[in-house]
């Protein structure tokens, strides 16, 4: 079982569609890696993405000792990232965006499952109340995910290239589309991006963001782009 602030897994999950595969055939990284309980992890081979959760308050927080790994399926990060978490209601119940927490349960037998709940904090207990009709189960799969965490850690330790390098429009859209999952406008996060020698780039979204992201191959500037 792990535990997030309701907040942070929405804008995680938002932020992290765009680097998820949609090709059934490769169906481990249709899913986000959740490692070591606070790490989240998404891939498409062109693009990867991780982002770093806190771990809920207290009295919530004694949940957050548990570091099992679970895979999440797009299903299941595409129901968070739905959530409008300034306008939620589940049942007779009406959540604001402080004090409520999402639970993720991933299932210990066959057939494998996580199930997602959402719990909020009420002015009349200390204890945590599950929001009414707030409980999904979603089929997911077992398998090793790819070592996004080694790879970023590699790329960022690689030298800088000057060379010039070339990226399809969709991948920088990538970017963009995570960066708004964290706000717009002013409240909008910076985004710095680095050269990884000359076999991709890193970006740093905010405080809580990597994405490393492959150029195009066999490419060469334009003769002005030198000039």
Same mark, same amino acid.
């Given at each position: 079982?792990?535990?997030?602030?309701?907040? +942070?897994?929405?804008?995680? !999950?938002?932020?992290?569609?765009?680097?998820?595969?949609?090709?059934?055939?490769?169906?481990?990284?249709?899913?986000?890696?959740?490692?070591?309980?606070?790490?989240?992890?998404?891939?498409?081979?062109?693009?990867?993405?991780?982002?770093?959760?806190?771990?809920?308050? !207290?009295?919530?927080?004694? !949940?957050? =000792?548990?570091?099992?790994?679970?895979?999440?399926?797009?299903?299941?990060?595409?129901?968070?990232?739905?959530?409008?978490?300034?306008?939620?209601?589940?049942?007779?119940?009406?959540?604001? $965006? =402080?004090?409520?927490?999402? +639970?993720?349960?991933? $299932?210990?037998? +066959?057939?494998? $499952?996580?199930?997602?709940?959402?719990?909020?904090?009420?002015?009349?207990?200390?204890?945590?109340?599950?929001?009414?009709?707030? $409980?999904?189960?979603?089929?997911?799969?077992?398998?090793?995910? /790819?070592?996004?965490?080694?790879?970023?850690?590699?790329?960022?330790?690689?030298?800088?290239?000057?060379?010039?390098?070339?990226?399809?429009?969709?991948?920088?859209?990538?970017?963009?589309?995570?960066?708004?999952?964290?706000?717009?406008?002013?409240?909008?996060?910076?985004?710095?991006?680095? /050269?990884?020698?000359?076999?991709?780039?890193?970006?740093?979204?905010? !405080?809580?963001?990597?994405?490393?992201?492959?150029?195009?191959?066999?490419?060469?500037?334009?003769?002005?782009?030198?000039?």
């Amino acid at each position: 079982m792990t535990v997030y602030l309701l907040t +942070e897994a929405v804008q995680a !999950a938002k932020a992290l569609l765009p680097h998820m595969s949609k090709v059934e055939v490769l169906n481990l990284i249709t899913h986000v890696h959740v490692r070591d309980g606070y790490m989240w992890e998404a891939t498409d081979r062109y693009s990867l993405g991780a982002v770093t959760l806190t771990p809920a308050p !207290a009295p919530f927080n004694e !949940a957050t =000792e548990d570091t099992t790994d679970l895979l999440l399926p797009r299903a299941a990060v595409e129901y968070l990232a739905k959530l409008n978490v300034k306008t939620l209601r589940f049942g007779k119940n009406v959540v604001w $965006s =402080e004090g409520y927490r999402v +639970e993720l349960t991933a $299932s210990t037998v +066959e057939p494998m $499952s996580v199930t997602v709940r959402l719990f909020v904090q009420t002015g009349e207990s200390p204890e945590d109340v599950p929001l009414e009709d707030s $409980s999904r189960t979603f089929d997911t799969i077992e398998g090793n995910y /790819p070592p996004i965490h080694k790879l970023l850690t590699d790329a960022k330790k690689r030298s800088n290239s000057d060379a010039p390098m070339c990226y399809a429009p969709d991948k920088l859209e990538r970017l963009s589309a995570s960066a708004k999952a964290f706000g717009t406008g002013r409240n909008a996060p910076q985004i710095w991006l680095k /050269p990884s020698g000359d076999k991709a780039m890193v970006a740093q979204i905010g !405080a809580n963001m990597e994405v490393l992201i492959m150029p195009v191959r066999g490419t060469e500037p334009p003769e002005y782009f030198n000039n």
